[in-house]
């Protein structure tokens, strides 16, 4: 139970009837100030029921006021603040942690599931530095809500289906290499690609076969599938490469291809409930309505779209999943594509579009522009984080060349920095990318969250911490590091509600700063009764930062 939630049954013992508890706790507050206390009630509410000034009955209350939990109560102005018996809740709350160790601030499984889309490269294109926002957001947002007690399945709707499969067939066929492809798949069906967009500028007529393979593909024929799961089956084994390094899984590789025999089901109920209307030879559905552009569903030549796709999609994943809430992890210049869906989707009658969310996420740059291209070519993802583990493994080899297991902490550096830094920005801002600076052990950077851990699991070690209890503290810093240690299940909760990954990455840095004030004016290892006790204090924040840090997709070592 909160300590909000327990002040406010001792606010509703003085108070009576006038307010629930609930109404009560939805009221307190955090004052700003220290000086102020821990908590807060304001008396506004009460003045009519009353007839007085907030200000007396805040004066009131806290001259009625008396609970152990309390060391201290007084009227500020129209204000009932609190300070809370450092030594008591010290005590329950890294007792707590201690107890629950990685599963503090989890909350009760729901039986309720989220299902997330997220990341989607293109085959048979290069997994490039434009697919880590959506990757990283995707499975951060994915953690959180298990956390928060929901099953949850992520999917990655691969770009798999289109005329571009047709066009790579033709480039195969005639200029490509099978040892070629397999010896480094992405590189060469992309140079194969480049190609025949070379050609095709004299030889036109290659468009043609290239429309001609991929009728064959959506057709069924043999030797065009065949090609098409080929190149399929080599992208995911590349793309995989850049999951395990950074540690991201998916429930479902379910790609546009998946949707072909779905469409014509979203077609039919478009028509049957008269939806469907012609538009300069298109089909459409009109959302004028709704201020929107209208929604294609059908080109002039018969050919479905995007949106008869992705409705296919979000029914059957419905169907599939009965899901409570539905995130699309995409980039903010589809915001129109998602309300047209969702705006159809309730023309339908589907009232589960209440829990589907477009959750966009702004630009990476690099010196202030977009970040597409490197010595004119694409900056390659996992070009990027095997840069960021060398650079790492550079910095501990400084730092301390005798680490016992440098490559693999090198690389729990790296990649952790390149992630902290994206994770660390509201997601919806533009982040500017430069690995020396997200790389540094000190500043707002994933290195130093992970170097404040380790520094922790070395006192551990250093003073043989035995598992000891906590037996409670009533200093500043001790205090500061139990009020942030008491926040995390808050925290957790918010960053589940608001989709934002960047509240945890803030709260992690918070608890480090917290747990370094504390290092910097506690004598931890000093011999005395109350060394256990102090350690026991650092193990706590060991384990919720490893937590924290692990709900972002980031690793923790243990030694750096």
Avoid at 142 to 160: E, P, S, T, W
């Amino acid at each position: 139970m909160s300590y909000e939630r327990k002040y406010a049954e001792a606010l509703s013992r003085v108070i009576g009837e006038e307010l629930t508890i609930d109404q009560i706790e939805a009221l307190i507050e955090k004052p700003k100030h220290e000086a102020h206390g821990d908590l807060a009630f304001p008396c506004f509410q009460l003045a009519k029921a009353y007839r007085k000034a907030p200000v007396m009955i805040a004066t009131d209350i806290a001259n009625d006021l008396n609970d152990e939990l309390f060391t201290k109560v007084e009227a500020a102005g129209p204000y009932v603040n609190v300070f809370l018996s450092r030594d008591v809740v010290s005590k329950e709350i890294i007792n707590t942690v201690l107890e629950e160790k990685s599963e503090y601030a989890t909350h009760e499984a729901r039986n309720e599931t989220i299902v997330t889309d997220f990341s989607s490269p293109n085959i048979a294109k290069p997994f490039s530095m434009g697919h880590l926002r959506s990757t990283v957001i995707g499975n951060a947002i994915n953690q959180i809500a298990r956390k928060n007690g929901y099953d949850v399945v992520g999917v990655n709707h691969l770009g798999d289906w289109g005329t571009q499969f047709g066009k790579l067939m033709v480039a195969y066929k005639k200029w490509g290499d099978e040892e070629a492809v397999r010896a480094n798949p992405i590189a060469e069906l992309l140079k194969l690609y480049v190609h025949f967009h070379e050609e095709a500028k004299t030889q036109p007529e290659l468009e043609d076969e290239g429309r001609a393979w991929f009728k064959k593909l959506e057709d069924g024929d043999a030797e065009a599938t065949e090609l098409w799961q080929w190149f399929r089956d080599e992208s995911l084994k590349e793309f995989q490469k850049v999951y395990d390094l950074l540690g991201v899984k998916f429930e479902s590789f379910n790609g546009e291809a998946f949707y072909n025999d779905k469409m014509g089901r979203v077609v039919e109920m478009l028509e049957a409930k008269n939806l469907l209307v012609e538009s300069e030879g298109a089909m459409v559905v009109s959302l004028e309505e709704e201020n929107l552009p209208p929604c294609l569903i059908k080109k002039k030549d018969g050919a479905t779209l995007y949106a008869t796709r992705d409705l296919a999609a979000a029914i059957y994943r419905y169907e599939t999943y009965n899901f409570v809430q539905a995130n699309y992890v995409v980039g903010g210049e589809q915001a129109l594509h998602f309300k047209q869906l969702f705006s159809v989707l309730r023309k339908l009658g589907y009232d589960f579009v209440d829990g589907m969310h477009h959750v966009p996420f702004g630009l990476i740059l690099q010196e202030g522009k977009k970040m597409s291209t490197r010595k004119g070519r694409i900056v390659l993802l996992e070009e990027v984080l095997k840069e960021a583990i060398e650079k790492a493994q550079a910095n501990i080899e400084q730092k301390n060349p005798d680490l016992a297991n440098a490559e693999d902490v090198a690389r729990m550096v790296g990649v952790g920095a390149v992630v902290f830094h994206d994770l660390k920005n509201e997601r919806i801002n533009n982040i500017e990318f430069d690995l020396d600076s997200m790389l540094k052990f000190e500043g707002e950077t994933g290195p130093y969250v992970q170097y404040t851990n380790a520094r922790a699991n070395s006192l551990l070690r250093k003073g043989n911490y035995d598992g000891s209890p906590f037996t409670g503290a009533d200093d500043d810093y001790s205090w500061g590091v139990v009020t942030m240690l008491n926040a995390f299940p808050h925290v957790i909760t918010r960053a589940h509600e608001r989709r934002e990954p960047s509240i945890i990455s803030r709260y992690v840095l918070d608890l480090a700063q917290a747990f370094n004030k504390y290092y910097g004016h506690v004598r931890v290892l000093e011999e005395d009764a109350g060394k256990q006790s102090r350690l026991a204090l650092v193990k706590a924040v060991t384990l919720v930062l490893t937590e924290g840090l692990r709900l972002l997709g980031v690793e923790a070592p243990e030694e750096m």
